[in-house]
C-alpha cells in the first residue's frame, strides 16, 4: 500500500497570503490529523477528521481550518500568513479499526511552510 | 488532561553505547503506548508500541515495555549506531479521549562513532 502523501513538499509565501496543503491518507484510513512542528514548540496537534467531520481540534486560531473529502483525503488552509507560521505540517492517517485507542497513527513527510 | 513527558535532550552517545531515553505519561483511562522516530527530513515512523500494561514493544533492537505502576514507558537499546541518530518521540492514545494521539517533546539523540 502508498504510504500517506502530502503535497506540496515545500512552499514559500508571504505574509497575509493563505496556503491549502493537501493531505492523501493510506488506503482504507478514514481518521486523518494534522500537526504543526516547529523547533520552538515540538509537535502540535491542529485537529483530526474522521468520515468528513472535525472530531477533535488543538488549540490553534481559527485561521488554521482543515476538511476531509468524501474519499478520505484532507485539506488544511491557513489564512492571513504570519512569520509564525513557518513550520513543517505532517498529516497523520489511522485506519479507526479499533475502538480502544490501539491503531497506529501513520505520517507524511510532511510540508515545509516558510512564510516572508 | 492526558499528556506525555519525555526527557529534555539532546543526547549524545558513542556508538555502541547503551540507551535510555524515559518517558512518563498521564493518563485518566487505558492508553495505548507508542514510540515514533523522526530522521532528519522526515515525518514521524512508528518504531514500537504496546497496548497493555506489561506489554513489551519492540523493533530493530528497540524496547519498551508499557509499566503501569509507574505510569513510565521508557525507550532502550544496548547498544546504538550512528543510524540511530534522529528525533524520538513518546506518544499516547485511547478510547476515553477520542483516540487522540498526545505526543510528548521529543528527545534528540546522536550518536558519535
Known amino acids: 500500500k502508498a504510504g500517506v502523501t502530502q503535497t506540496p513538499r515545500y512552499l514559500i509565501k508571504t505574509r497575509g497570503q493563505q496556503v491549502t496543503l493537501s493531505c492523501s491518507p493510506i488506503s482504507g484510513h478514514r481518521s486523518v490529523s494534522w500537526y504543526q512542528q516547529t523547533p520552538g514548540q515540538g509537535l502540535q496537534f491542529l485537529f483530526e477528521y474522521f468520515s468528513e467531520t472535525q472530531r477533535n481540534k488543538g488549540n490553534f486560531p481559527g485561521r488554521f481550518s482543515g476538511r476531509q473529502f468524501s474519499n478520505s483525503r484532507s485539506e488544511m488552509n491557513v489564512s492571513t500568513l504570519e512569520l509564525g507560521d513557518s513550520a513543517l505540517y505532517l498529516c497523520a492517517s489511522r485506519p479507526e479499526l479499533h475502538s480502544g485507542g490501539t491503531d497506529t497513527q501513520y505520517f507524511g513527510p510532511g510540508t515545509r511552510l516558510t512564510v516572508l | 488532561g492526558d499528556s506525555v513527558t519525555q526527557m529534555e535532550g539532546p543526547v549524545t552517545l558513542s556508538e555502541e553505547a547503551f540507551l535510555t531515553i524515559n518517558c512518563t505519561y498521564t493518563a485518566t483511562g487505558y492508553p495505548s503506548l507508542f514510540w515514533y522516530v523522526q530522521y532528519p527530513g522526515e515525518g514521524l515512523q512508528l518504531l514500537l508500541k504496546?497496548?497493555?500494561?506489561?506489554d513489551k514493544g519492540s523493533n530493530k533492537g528497540f524496547e519498551a515495555t508499557y509499566r503501569k505502576e509507574t505510569t513510565s514507558f521508557h525507550l532502550e537499546k544496548g547498544s546504538v549506531q550512528v543510524s540511530d541518530s534522529a528525533v524520538y518521540f513518546c506518544a499516547l492514545s485511547a478510547s476515553n479521549t477520542g483516540n487522540q494521539f498526545y505526543f510528548g517533546t521529543g528527545t534528540s539523540l546522536t550518536v558519535i562513532p
Open positions: 504496546a497496548t497493555k500494561a506489561d
